[in-house]
């Protein structure tokens, strides 16, 4: 059990690895970051995770699973136009907590991730452009949302707004947030006729 929270040390390890990595960035921390925040040996971390990788992609697998499991939690919310604003809700507590899309910055450093590590990061942008393009379907289908609507493009055009703006939110203040972006989003997709 770890010192201060009494879960785990590996659920310890893999909090503080993610906080260092959606802060800092994977590159940037070190097991000694992690042993310090922890409260244990270096050598002791490596008991858990032999290799940087091996927690890399536990860390980007757990991060999937959370994140989908946040997403398809969404689901109860009928209406497929309120059901994008809360997704972006999702990625705005991300940046309002000065934290990036674990993600999307091991996007931004896929050499050093690993290959379990990239797997994990593709499946999880697979995963939440189906998400949108289901949702985009059901807007559709709700007459919400124009009928000639590219939806494989455009929910990948949803995704990569919604990863830049909480990109380039932490870069420039200005930057709208991930709700403002999927509010302009929303409104050039909006039916003529709701």
């Known amino acids: 059990m770890a010192q201060t929270t009494g879960r785990p040390i590996r659920d310890e390890l893999v909090a503080s690895a993610l906080e260092l990595a959606q802060t800092v960035g994977i590159e940037s921390f070190s097991y000694a970051d992690i042993a310090q925040k922890v409260g244990i040996k270096t050598a002791s971390i490596h008991h858990h995770f032999r290799f940087k990788h091996d927690l890399v992609a536990e860390l980007l697998r757990r991060y999937r699973i959370e994140f989908n499991a946040r997403a398809d939690d969404l689901a109860r919310i009928a209406n497929a136009e309120q059901r994008l604003h809360a997704y972006a809700v999702l990625f705005a507590q991300v940046a309002g907590q000065g934290r ?13 991730i690993g290959a379990e590590g990239q797997r994990e990061v593709t499946a999880f942008l697979n995963e939440q452009r189906d998400w949108l393009r289901t949702t985009l379907v059901e807007g559709i289908d709700q007459a919400l949302f124009r009928t000639e609507l590219e939806v494989d493009t455009h929910a990948e055009l949803l995704l990569v707004a919604l990863e830049g703006a909480v990109l380039l939110g932490r870069a420039r203040n200005e930057t709208p947030s991930a709700t403002d972006v999927m509010n302009h989003a929303i409104h050039l997709i909006r039916s003529e006729h709701p």
């Not at 990036?100 to 050093?112: D, I, K, P, R």
């Open 100 to 112: 990036m899309c674990l993600c999307g910055m091991s996007a931004a450093e896929w050499s050093s």
